[in-house]
């Protein structure tokens, strides 16, 4: 897959979650002015949701296959499959 930001070579891999972690962290995409209007810690994804963002459901190989994912190591693009 080509990088829709620069147009080089993509590698394929997973998205994971460190041992280190508690759980599955809660990721989610929202736009700049959603995230500047709310204090972050306050900003839940029930929130995000509401106001147009999306909630990166990642799985965790266990109870749910790994999200698959992109990225370009020339410019840092990163593609995520919901």
Request: net charge positive; proline share 4%; glycine share 10%.
């Amino acid at each position: 897959m080509n990088c829709p930001k620069c147009g080089n070579e993509m590698s394929k891999g997973e998205i994971g979650v460190s041992a280190a972690s508690r759980g599955i962290p809660a990721l989610f995409w929202a736009s700049t002015e959603v995230i500047n209007k709310h204090i972050p810690s306050f900003l839940t994804i029930k929130k995000v949701v509401s106001e147009g963002g999306v909630h990166i459901k990642l799985g965790n190989g266990l109870m749910k296959n790994r999200n698959t994912g992109y990225v370009c190591k020339a410019c840092n693009c990163v593609l995520i499959d919901l």
